[in-house]
Structures are given as C-alpha cells and as structure tokens.
C-alpha cells in the first residue's frame, strides 16, 4: 500500500461548481498534512495546511479525519485558473521536515 | 529573494551515459531535498540534506544516483549509468527547518527534465 493515495482523476468540473478530492494516508504517526500545488510542467508550490479543526483560505477548505486517516480538499466556485494538479502532502515527525507526496490529482475547469 | 536555481533544464542522454544536476538553494534554507518526479506521478523524495549531513536516502538507488552538499550550500545530484527508466523531472528543493515548528513548506526549483534514450 502507498503512504499516501489520491484518486488521479482527472477531474473535469465546469466552471462555477464545487469539487472534492480525497486522500488517505498509511501511517497513523503522521504529524501534519498539506496540499501543494503543480501547474502543468511547473514545480509544485504549497496551497495550504490542514489542520485537524479543519480550515478554509477563500474558495478552499481542507479536512482532517485522523480516525479514518483521510484528507479532503474542497474547491468552491471553480474557475478556469484553478486547473491544475492537487499534490496530497504527509509529513512523518515535528523533528524533521520530511514530506511524502502522494501521486495527485488533475482537474481540469472548463468554460 | 532568489529562489531555488536548477540547472541544466533540460537533458537528453543515452543509456549507460552519465548525468549530473546542480543546485542551489534559497539563503539560509538549512535543509535541501532531491525528489524524482515521473510523468503522471507525484514527486517521490531521493534524498534529504539537514546542512551537509544526509537525513534520509532509504529511496535512493545507491548504485546508479548519487548526491552530495559538501559546504551545506548548494549540491549536486549524479546519475551513473543512467538507465531508460530514470527519465523524470529532478526537483530540488529547500526549506527552513525549526525546531518545533510545523512549516510544511518547500520551495521548489523548476526543475531539470531528463531523457534517457
């Protein structure tokens, strides 16, 4: 089993709607969790950290589930600029900074 | 502030050749990361640098990749013999490491993109 799994999508939304994306983690002992960014043929870039009350920045709202070790990630509103690749984040221990990437998810918002 | 700096951007070699890739972190930033990314997948992390010292390597392929930081600074990330299946994106990366502090954030380079034929 991957340490950290996302549906690859792609996801194709129009714009306006509201879509979600999913992530689950393998090991229980992951401290903190994020989602990154990645346009097509770009580096990845953080867009937020989730916290275990859950947490929105504007249009986006990250979830937590530690019993289920779930992550989500909701888009509201979709616009064409939010089409990218949503990059599932999971960092093992507070000493380090070692992040695992899971394997991402495309979306795709059209007109 | 400057960013991560990557070079080359792009390479395109044969099988069984040799490569190497440069970089050079954002000031300051104590930890650097190698992570492979192929097509389609999310970048898998090779090796983890705290200033010169390695944090983790347990997904480096040791008998082809190796990697150094020797002043803590800047690094370098070889490949050799280079096989078909190491065609991928090369991201380095830094971050700020404290103590204590959940940061989360990496700042990436663009990359350098290689080709094996």
């Known amino acids: 089993r991957k340490e950290v799994e996302q549906d690859p999508g792609p996801f194709n939304v129009p714009e306006g709607a509201t879509v979600a994306f999913n992530c689950t983690y393998s090991?229980?002992?992951?401290?903190?969790f994020f989602w990154y960014r990645q346009d097509c043929r770009k580096e990845p870039k953080l867009l937020m950290s989730?916290?275990?009350s859950g947490n929105e920045d504007g249009r986006f709202t990250a979830q937590l589930n530690r019993a289920s070790q779930y992550i989500s990630l909701l888009i509201r509103d979709s616009k064409l600029s939010d089409s990218a690749t949503y990059l599932c984040v999971v960092k093992k221990d507070w000493a380090g900074n070692m992040l695992t990437f899971g394997g991402g998810t495309r979306l795709m918002v059209k007109p | 502030e400057a960013g991560v700096a990557q070079s080359p951007r792009y390479k395109i070699i044969e099988k069984r050749q040799s490569v190497a890739f440069w970089c050079n972190p954002i000031?300051?930033?104590?930890?650097l990361y190698w992570y492979q990314q192929i097509l389609g997948q999310g970048p898998k992390l090779l090796i983890q640098f705290q200033n010169n010292g390695v944090v983790d390597d347990s997904q480096l392929p040791k008998d082809r990749f190796s990697a150094e930081r020797l002043k803590g600074v800047d690094s370098t990330l070889k490949i050799q013999p280079a096989k078909l299946e190491d065609s991928a994106v090369y991201l380095c990366?830094?971050?700020?490491?404290?103590?204590?502090?959940?940061?989360?954030?990496?700042?990436f380079g663009e990359g350098s993109r290689l080709t094996v034929l």
């Open positions: 090991n229980s002992a992951s401290q903190s």
């Open positions: 989730v916290y275990s």
């Open positions: 000031s300051g930033h104590a930890t």
């Open positions: 990366a830094s971050s700020l490491l404290k103590t204590g502090v959940n940061t989360g954030e990496l700042f």
